[in-house]
């Protein structure tokens, strides 16, 4: 894959679509910024809200209607990042985004009843596998911003400064810095096959308790970090070593029933779904370093796990207690 960093970028059209046709742009540019797809629906939402709160003579005289929606969305969501440091100070345990199945496996059922919209789902590329989604969280969010308008959807930094409420060099600075940032936490890159092998040697060893094996395919100092939210059982804190890791997750396998371990995309990676009785309970992204897994991000919290859980008869699917 091209490094999104360093190819070039059409700025953006003016001439979009419909009002409307620009959901599945704030939708992406939503989930990136926030990490969250619910929080990012709520954004869309608000947003089309103030656009359709104006009078016409007022849309009308927005030039370009598609940017003027991506600004409001943009310091929408500068205005939940700044909250929600002070929401997740509450959260139970640890924070993880929400994790995303590829397109063709997104379940229709919203918690709410309705049905998910095709033109909700992220589009999968680098700006969204888990790893990436970690590091920008530890961002401060005028820096994720900053760079994710900037270096991934190509706005210029003056526009970026209108947004961000800073001067155009002040931006740059920001970018730099979250640049940095993510520059620092690459390796090489694992090549798709051989990632695909060792999560299948992975869950393969997992399902036959094998631990000499699990441990043999994990980096020594590989950390596991689950999110329940208190919504549904899970460790509060990261577990680092892969004996300990291996020991948990044998545990958590003898303790389980009617458990199912799948091979899944997850943010565009390959990655682990665990079912209970047909049930999504768990979603688990990897990194994969060499040979070795060297994090695993597992969540649990059923309220991340919409797009993954299929709709029970006469009501929702429900997570299980693992």
Not at 15 to 41: C, D, F, K, W
Not at 112 to 141: C, H, K, Q, W, Y
Not at 143 to 166: K, N, T, W
Not at 181 to 200: C, D, K, L, M
Request: charged share 25%; with cysteine.
């Amino acid at each position: 894959m091209t490094d999104m960093f360093e190819q070039g970028c059409d700025p953006l059209d003016p001439s979009l679509g419909a009002v409307m046709g620009e959901r599945r742009q704030l939708i992406n540019l939503a989930y990136r910024l926030l990490g969250s797809l619910a929080e990012a629906e709520d954004v869309v939402q608000e947003t089309y809200a103030r656009w359709y709160a104006m009078s016409r003579q007022q849309q009308d005289a927005i030039e370009v209607p598609g940017a003027w929606l991506n600004r409001v969305a943009s310091r929408l969501c500068l205005n939940v990042l700044s909250s929600a440091r002070v929401r997740r100070e509450l959260y139970v345990g640890e924070w993880l985004p929400e994790p995303l199945p590829e397109p063709s496996e997104w379940i229709g059922g919203r918690a709410d009843g309705f049905t998910i919209d095709p033109a909700d789902r992220v589009t999968l590329d680098e700006s969204v596998n888990m790893a990436f989604l970690v590091v920008l969280d530890a961002m401060t969010p005028a820096e994720r911003v900053a760079f994710i308008l900037h270096d991934v959807f190509c706005y210029p930094f003056a526009e970026v400064a209108e947004i961000v409420g800073r001067t155009p060099a002040a931006c740059r600075q920001l970018a730099s810095s979250a640049r940095r940032r993510i520059h620092a936490g690459r390796t090489p890159a694992t090549p798709p096959v051989r990632q695909t092998r060792i999560v299948n040697d992975f869950k393969r060893a997992w399902e036959a308790g094998d631990v000499s094996a699990l441990i043999g395919l994990l980096d020594p100092g590989a950390t596991a970090i689950a999110d329940g939210g208190g919504r549904a059982s899970a460790v509060l804190r990261p577990i680092e070593g892969a004996e300990r890791i291996v020991r948990f997750m044998v545990e958590l396998a003898r303790r389980l029933r009617n458990l199912t371990i799948l091979e899944r995309t997850v943010n565009g990676q390959p990655g682990l779904v665990l079912q209970q009785a047909g049930v999504t309970v768990t979603v688990a992204a990897l990194r994969i370093e060499g040979e070795r897994i060297k994090h695993i991000w597992a969540i649990r919290n059923p309220d991340k796990l919409r797009p993954w859980t299929a709709r029970r008869p006469g009501g929702r699917g429900r997570a299980g207690s693992a």
